[in-house]
């Protein structure tokens, strides 16, 4: 059964990353990067986070501090991949 196969699966672990933003830099400005420089982000200031579990986008949120660390609070699930092959 379903839930017999997906009990198999908690304690697999998965591989979370939060991205703040992205950008594009030409190889120039890579190779003159140094401490201080400022990389410029497609995103805007204030824009929720992207979560990506084992390199799927799953959630958006917002960092929050809770005791003396950072995390991640969800503001919104994102829908699955689409999974069709264009057939």
Known sequence: SVAVDLGRL???VCRVEVVLGTGTI???HCLSLKDGSIIPLEQAAGTDLQVMVNGVAVA???VVIVEDST???LTDIL???STTTGR
């Open 26 to 28: 030409s190889v120039r």
């Open 60 to 62: 958006l949120g917002e």
């Open 10 to 12: 908690r304690d697999v």
């Open 71 to 73: 995390a991640i609070r």
């Open 79 to 81: 829908p699955p991949p």
